[in-house]
């Protein structure tokens, strides 16, 4: 299922708005931004900025919320199309069961500076928090994001494609 190939910029095939945020919700320092851009040849959602641990902070991200959510089980994992800085992202992923905003799933990955895609598997996911079920699986998906963050780095990378497989 493709959630988004930029063939309506900034809204995913739901119809969901991406949104752009920073730790600064949080008393972080933080800064970035996301645009529309083409890169290769190919039309993606650029984030760049700069990633702070201060303040308790260290993190940018683009999140789209899923509606209708999805079901875990109706899939085998996410995958994603990106171009990078040769630097260390995340994908972030929140269910019915992730209640307050430090909870979620995640999947670390490794942009190099060429298009390539990454496939997810929801069993690689991994939790943030003691209180959440272990695994992804059986769950409701109602949220994905693409996370720059936890060390101190400029983050440049290219989304151009989303979905699931």
């Not at 809204?11 to 996301?34: L, R």
């Not at 993606?44 to 789209?64: D, E, H, L, P, W």
């Not at 290219?158 to 699931?164: A, P, T, V, Y």
Request: with cysteine; proline share 4%.
């Amino acid at each position: 299922m493709i959630l988004d190939q930029l063939k309506n910029p900034k809204f995913t095939i739901q119809s969901q708005k991406w949104n752009f945020i920073t730790d600064q919700v949080m008393g972080g320092v933080s800064t970035g931004k996301f645009s529309v851009e083409k890169v290769d040849g190919v039309n993606c959602y650029k984030m760049t900025g700069n990633v702070s641990t201060k303040n308790n902070g260290g993190f940018i991200q683009i999140r789209a919320k899923l509606s209708p959510e999805i079901n875990s089980k109706d899939y085998s994992g996410l995958y994603i199309k990106v171009y990078g800085n040769e630097k260390k992202y995340n994908l972030h992923l929140r269910t019915n069961l992730t209640l307050a905003p430090w909870q979620y799933y995640s999947y670390s990955f490794n942009s190099p500076k060429k298009w390539i895609k990454i496939r997810a598997p929801f069993t690689e996911f991994t939790k943030s928090n003691f209180y959440q079920p272990k695994g992804i699986l059986g769950q409701n998906i109602k949220s994905v994001g693409l996370v720059a963050g936890f060390n101190d780095f400029n983050s440049n990378i290219c989304l151009g494609e989303i979905g699931f497989y």
